[in-house]
T-cell receptor, first 114, second 115 residues
């Protein structure tokens, strides 16, 4: 499989704590994206970071990208019970014809306890 | 509509039957993608349509799978002679431009169960 890897596979924390998820990938990329999926629902785009960027913020989300290590991390600060979901990283291959043709990681299941 | 719409939301079929899954993308979006999500394989790209260009079919797992997009809008994914390994959630996504940022807007998916 060409899919990337995410760790941890599952993460359980208390409300108010920070959650960090990591993603590794295999190819040269144009961008890396993070998506959230609530149980039984579709994926929702959270944030996109381009290959020439190292860090990006959006609200309580902070994403870092290290292209030399082919890795990224997603930090959710001050977590809430509503953040409970699966989180996926997805990469767009640099040599691809479409940046929407994504390779997804296996996902991290985040549980935030009230 | 406001978002990507998929139908049916659930489909149970018998092995060997054909199924059709429908996707109605966000109005004005030129790019449309089909992905498959299964327990064993995670999320996999299947096929991509961009405007009037020939579709990128590189992710289709076998020749039993096909898709079309009529009038640059609605798309249908057809699976012929379904097998049990085809059981999965089929997700459709659209974006404003296939060569743009790549941010995808996903539908809720069609859950296919092959008995």
């Amino acid at each position: 499989s060409q899919q990337g890897e995410e760790d941890p596979q599952a993460l359980s924390i208390q409300e108010g704590e920070n959650a960090t998820m990591n993603c590794s990938y295999k190819t040269s990329i144009n961008n890396l994206q993070w998506y959230r999926q609530n149980s039984g629902r579709g994926l929702v785009h959270l944030i996109l970071i381009r290959s020439n960027e190292r860090e990006k913020h959006s609200g309580r989300l902070r994403v870092t990208l290290d292209t030399s290590k082919k890795s990224s991390s997603l930090l959710i600060t001050a977590s809430r019970a509503a953040d409970t979901a699966s989180y996926f990283c997805a990469t767009a291959y640099a040599g691809g014809t479409s940046y929407g043709k994504l390779t997804f990681g296996q996902g991290t299941i985040l549980t935030v306890h009230p | 509509g406001a978002g990507v719409s998929q139908s049916p939301s659930n489909k149970v079929t018998e092995k060997g039957k054909d199924v059709e899954l429908r996707c109605d993308p966000i109005s004005g979006h030129t790019a449309l993608y089909w992905y498959r999500q299964s327990l064993g394989q995670g999320l996999e790209f299947l096929i991509y349509f961009q405007g009037n260009s020939a579709p990128d079919k590189s992710g289709l797992p076998s020749d039993r799978f096909s898709a079309e997009r009529t009038g640059g809008s609605v798309s249908t994914l057809t699976i012929q002679r379904t097998q049990q390994e085809d059981s999965a959630v089929y997700l459709c996504a659209s974006s404003g431009s296939g060569s743009g940022t790549g941010e995808l807007f996903f539908g809720e998916g069609s859950r296919l169960t092959v008995l």
